[in-house]
């Protein structure tokens, strides 16, 4: 349907523009050649019992948006509001192209394209539904080395969206804040990228700016206590989260000078496995677990005291865990030359008390790696489950 759609398209255009030119662009875009490869065509669905965008692999383009409510919008509004936006969602990540279209994405497939919806804490004020707030929300804990920017924290809703093409995810990220019109207005918006598809000769962990393998020790969906970790039970409370998570938001700046400085052998220390390979400095490969006891001949710690991997570790915060799924982002250089650059940190959890929040207040205290790092602005989203055909998300929260 993309396609044909596609050479109506082109052909119109070129036969106004002059006819054989367009006659012929349409011809080719008819023919029909084999895709070079599948990012293209690949889809994510966007119903089930959970919003996709969760535990989707990383995508290559991904924006991130907080949007507040208009004076005057209430719950109605906001209902249809989220009506509108998960038809919108549905039609694109099927590779539809919707109604009053921009064109931006014509030619491509959906990409791996993910939408996922979220509530801020000030939301539920704003609609008189302070009643159904979830005590998950509870504003995060200030923590030493914060330096918040407030205008690109917090926000009464959220957009994750994620696609391996960024036509395709620009598309989306404006079509969505098209249909915002009167009821909200973008309060901050952050673009980050990971690795593309295809760009490696197997699949392989992402790498973040600073070089890492990053990711390796995630929770896994295979792990008997996953769901428990990441998602509200079908009988969880509130009610209206079943199948949700809790999204934190960290903007966390590199200080890519100062760590460019240090040795290889440093950096690997900071982090506590090798920058190569993933490999834990205790031994063995990437997924090798890290063993935090392991001490080297001259009788120091193979994991160093202050090592990134042994501070935010599950045993070392009472079985803490979340699911990290990051984009790096990339905003030009500062007036000092440094890049302004780092992880659009995004962690999900059942419940923040059980996952962000104790470990980041354990690497506040200062594991190796917060010496090179700012985290400048915050947000965190409660992200309802997903939705069947005909509804919408949020649905059991708005009506
Ligand atoms: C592990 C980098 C911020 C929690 C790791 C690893 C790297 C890394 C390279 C090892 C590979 C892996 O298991 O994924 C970074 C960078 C950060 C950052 C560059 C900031 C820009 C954070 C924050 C938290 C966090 C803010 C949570 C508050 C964790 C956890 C692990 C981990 C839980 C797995 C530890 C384990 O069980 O082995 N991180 N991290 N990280 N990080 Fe971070």
């Known amino acids: 349907r993309r ?7 082109v052909g119109a255009a070129g036969l106004v523009a002059g006819g054989a030119a367009g006659a012929y662009a349409a011809e080719s875009v008819r023919s029909d050649p084999d895709p070079l490869s599948s990012v293209g065509s690949t889809t994510v669905p966007f119903h089930g019992e959970r919003q996709a965008g969760i535990t989707t692999p990383l995508q290559a383009h991904g ?6 409510l208009a004076p005057g919008a209430d719950r109605k509004a906001v209902a249809a509001l989220l009506r509108r936006w998960s038809k919108t969602a549905e039609e694109l990540t099927a590779g539809k192209v919707p109604a009053d279209d921009t064109g931006i994405a014509l030619d491509a497939g959906p990409a791996s394209l993910t939408v996922t919806f979220g509530f801020g804490r000030t939301f539920f004020g704003r609609v008189g539904l302070k009643d159904r707030l979830p005590e998950e929300l509870a504003p995060l804990p200030d923590f030493s080395a914060d330096v918040l920017d407030p ?15 960024g036509l395709v995810a620009f598309h989306a990220l404006r079509a969505l804040q098209r249909e915002a019109r009167e009821v909200a207005r973008v309060r901050w918006q952050m673009n980050g990228f990971n690795r593309t598809p295809g760009a490696t000769s197997r699949p392989m ?9 990053d990711g390796t020790n ?5 792990d008997d206590d996953f769901d428990q ?14 199948g949700g998570s809790y999204a934190v938001v960290r903007r966390i700046r590199m200080l890519l000078d100062s760590w460019d400085h240090l040795s290889l052998e440093r950096q690997e220390r900071v982090i506590g496995r090798r920058k190569s390979d993933g490999a834990p400095l205790s031994g063995g490969t990437e997924t090798t677990p890290v063993d935090l006891t392991k001490v080297n001949a001259d009788g120091s710690l193979a994991i160093a005291g202050d090592a990134h ?9 009472q079985g ?4 990290r799924r990051p984009f790096s982002y990339h905003d030009g250089f500062r007036e000092d030359g440094a890049p302004d650059a780092g992880l659009l940190f995004v962690a999900w959890q059942a419940d923040p008390m059980k996952g962000f929040v104790p470990v980041q207040r354990k690497l506040d205290r200062g594991d190796g790696l917060s010496r090179f790092l700012r985290h400048e602005a915050s947000a965190l989203f409660a992200v309802p489950g997903g939705c069947a055909p005909g509804e919408y998300v949020g649905q059991a929260l708005l009506e």
């Open 309 to 317: 991997v042994r501070v935010a570790a599950p045993v070392s915060n």
């Open 218 to 222: 995630n929770p896994k969906t295979t």
């Open 205 to 213: 962990t992402a790498r973040n700016l600073m070089g890492q393998v």
């Open 3 to 9: 396609l044909l759609g596609t050479a109506g398209a």
């Open 151 to 165: 205008k690109r924290s917090n926000g009464d809703l959220w957009l994750q969206i994620g696609a391996d093409d």
């Open 320 to 323: 803490a865990a979340m699911l």
């Open 229 to 242: 970790r990441i998602f509200v039970p079908a009988k969880g409370k509130p009610d209206w989260m079943a």
């Open 63 to 68: 924006h991130l948006i907080a949007l507040d």
